[in-house]
Antibody, heavy 122, light 111 residues
């Protein structure tokens, strides 16, 4: 079955860049679907960050767009998130997910990774 | 402040039917489909309902969704203790080149 697994540093210093990897197994990224990132600050709700198709079409959360970079390595079946100039407000559990398109838009996160906690602190 | 509005809490007793509301606007729920996610304590969210009322494989038919205008609802019938979780609605928003918006979530307590 399709599985996603996040990985990356659990601690990032303020003003630095947060970098995460999502490794997908059981489905080739290049076969279709969008792939995305969602985060959840401690004790708070879900916030969508970005979604990308393997060929490059990308949608961003408008409030994070200036700091977000998403990329994909189809040869390794991985996709990546970079979030620059982080502050304590970026402390959260970060999830990667497969994104199902319905009614022409990539809006439904149908398979999720387990999540990885990232703390921004000096 | 979330774009979609959900009540912060709800409760019910085993066997009861409970409903959750999700309110949006013309640029999101009013013109796009709604999805619902269930997040059990300490776990990743799970897609519960997509396209307003469709259940992914494996989701019991106790869970149902509906949409009317700029609002949506999730209903759970035959409430069970294992349904105690946070429930989030989400939708595509057509503004600002298109993006996904979430509700703030409703915490369900099974009494």
């Amino acid at each position: 079955q399709v599985q996603l697994q996040e990985s990356g540093p659990g601690l990032v210093k303020p003003s630095e860049t947060l970098s995460l990897t999502c490794t997908v197994s059981g489905y080739p990224i290049s076969s279709g679907y969008y792939w995305g990132w969602i985060r959840q600050p401690p004790g708070k709700g879900l916030e969508w960050i970005v979604s990308m198709y393997h060929s490059g079409s990308t949608y961003y959360n408008p409030s994070l767009k200036s700091r977000v970079t998403i990329s994909v390595d189809t040869s390794k079946n991985q996709f990546f998130l970079k979030l620059s100039s982080v502050t304590a407000a970026d402390t959260a559990v970060y999830y990667c997910a497969r994104v199902k398109s319905t009614a022409g838009t990539p809006n439904a996160f149908d398979i999720w990774g387990q999540g990885t906690m990232v703390t921004v602190s000096s | 402040q979330s774009v979609l509005t959900q009540p912060p809490s709800a409760s019910g007793t085993p066997g009861q039917r409970v409903t959750f509301s999700c309110s949006g606007s013309s640029s999101n729920i009013g013109s796009n489909t709604v999805n619902w996610y269930q997040q059990l304590p300490g776990t990743a969210p799970k897609l519960l309902i997509y396209s307003n009322n469709q259940r992914p494989s494996g989701v019991p038919d106790r869970f149902s969704g509906s949409k009317s205008g700029t609002s949506a609802s999730l209903a759970i019938s035959g409430l069970q203790s294992e349904d105690e979780a946070d429930y989030y609605c989400a939708a595509w928003d057509d503004s600002l080149n298109g993006h996904v918006v979430f509700g703030g979530g409703t915490k369900l307590t099974v009494l």
